[in-house]
């Protein structure tokens, strides 16, 4: 089993900046693959970024690039979303999720860290 926790999330002006930071608890974290979704009010949950498990192979939603990055520290197994530039649609619930590979896609998610940017 793979537990996710969110931790980092609270309230900006537009331009500023907050990094979110997921704690995983799995015996082969360095074998997941780790994402970050979000959820908007009254939308759906949509990617923003995904980082494989070497970090070799990193993925942005084109509304995110330029001004997130995210990264992984497999030794504390952790994934960190540095978010620079925030804008006031970056609002809402961010994801931790996990990808095992063996079927399920993102088949593990965090409880979410509310985001909220202001303009």
């Known amino acids: 089993q793979v537990q996710l926790v969110e931790s980092g999330g609270g309230s900006v002006q537009a331009g500023g900046s907050l990094r979110l930071s997921c704690a995983a608890s799995?015996?082969?974290?360095?074998?997941?693959?780790m994402a970050w979704f979000r959820q908007a009010p009254g939308k759906e949950r949509e990617f923003v970024s995904s980082i494989s498990w070497r970090g070799s192979s990193i993925e942005y939603a084109d509304s995110v690039k330029g001004r997130f990055t995210l990264s992984r520290d497999n030794a504390k197994k952790m994934a960190y979303l540095q978010m620079n530039n925030l804008k006031p649609e970056d609002t809402g619930v961010y994801y931790c999720?996990?990808?095992?590979?063996?079927?399920?896609?993102?088949?593990?998610y965090g409880q979410g860290t509310q985001v909220t940017v202001s303009a």
């Open positions: 799995a015996r082969a974290f360095n074998r997941l693959t």
């Open positions: 999720a996990a990808d095992s590979g063996l079927g399920i896609t993102y088949e593990y």
